[in-house]
């Protein structure tokens, strides 16, 4: 017997399945006998967790990853393209490619780095996918699965009937049914699956995308949620003829959305791209209040508060995120060095991760305390009035919609990069990089903002520039601030008497692979400025911009 030929549904409400499979199992008898099958593998109880990262990085390549219990045994399964031969089936009859691996220990309520996973097919396959990011625990569903064996008139089975009864806790999911085909009965398993989709209340599964997609569908639904639901995405649902003010609401509004859908997970330090999106989602904000404060029409005294309370925010959480970015990269700078040997560096990791198991403490003290909550609770309200349209002040902005806005801010930003960019030679101080590094990412933030109101292929093309100029810049800073922060760091572990020659003296190689890494991005600056500036640049922003936002 191979798995799953044929997939289906039952629809409608609880109260009726019953009937529902009275009905398949009435239309099946008037072409087979058919008789329960008690001793199969396939009957029993099953329980499945599906696990994915935060933002559903296994399920946006496509693959589905499950925790499947059943007779006290373990196992992970990994389902979609490129998972194994392709030769299993799933309950909507397409081929799908599985890796199965054995796990003992698994606890199917907690999170797993990739560096906790044990060695097996499935690790080998997402481990890369899925770090630095933890795999969670998404949903659980119980199943209680009972074979039904079709028979031809001579009593040989030909086909099974296999009914799955799925279940969230104590809520109850349409039962799955499937047609199993056996060894040299392909017609029939065919004509019974065509018996079972002409029943009534049947619904056939599609056959293409994913193999038990459509159970997590509905199980995340019971918990009011949905595959893909987080995204670090800008992705405000603004139209361009909206009130500016109402738009740049909106904006924020989103923004801080995704900052608080991220506390919980630092707090719990379950990996450390949490810090990260909350970071990114600050200095967003923060971009944002600078950008668009005005638009809001509040008074400018609130405007001048909250952008003092988001940098009070990005500033606490600013020396975890360098410790992480140290430890993140470890591997590969040890790996790197040439004189010295990787585990010169030991003492260098032991000192980074006590340093930030104790910025982390402050960290946590300052994500719980009442500021951060007040700072929440008022940014979300005064959004919350702007959006319903009180209080609003006379402005600049008054009576301005959504695209005139975009453009507005958009140019603004497009000219300081280029009166900043345009003024930089060969001889101008590492500052003047740093600074246009700052308004490339207010231009960043700008077109991110107002996304929805631009021509897709505009915007990529613009987005591909400016990022290429973006990438030069943030190496050619990233790399100048790890220098200094290992200069600092070395003198801490030689006052603290952590620092051995040998580690110094690794340290010393690290730094200089790191000015070397500097000194070739700052050699290409001129290039990507030009790329960006030049003419090819010019006529991408003015297609952007030319015509306003759509």
Known sequence: MTPGLAGFVMSGEASVWSDLLDGVLAALREAFDIAPERDSARAGTRRRTWYDTFDWRLYRAGML???ATEHRAGELILTGPDCGDGSSFSMRGNAHGQAVQPVAGWRAARSYLAADLPDGPVTARIADLVSPRALLPEVTVASATTVTRLLNPDGKTVARLLVERPAVGDEALPPRLAIAEVRGYPGQARRAAEIVALAPGI???AAPGNPGETLLTDALAVLGRAAGDYSNKVSAKITASMPAASATATIMLT???????????VLHDTDSEFLHDLRVAVRRTRAAIKLLGDALQIPDEQVTRFAGEFKWLGDLTTPVRDLDVHLLEFDAMAAGLRAAKE???????????DRRAREFRVLTRGLRSQRFSQLMRDWRATLGTVLAGKKRRAGAAAGKTAGDLATERTRQALRKVSRRGGAITPDSPHESLHDLRKRCKELRYALEFFVPLHDKAAYAAVLGDLKRLQDCLGEFQDNEVQIEEIRMLAAAMLAAGAAPAATLLAMGEVTAGLAVRQQAARDAFEKRYAGFAGPEG??????????GAK
Do not use: I, K
């Open 65 to 67: 990853l499950e925790y």
């Open 203 to 205: 619904v056939t599964l």
């Open 538 to 547: 010019q006529r991408h922003m003015t297609a952007l911009l030319g015509g």
């Open 255 to 265: 923004l801080l959305d995704t900052l608080e859908a991220n506390v919980d997970g």
């Open 343 to 353: 585990d010169d560096l030991t003492p260098f990791r032991a000192f980074l991760s």
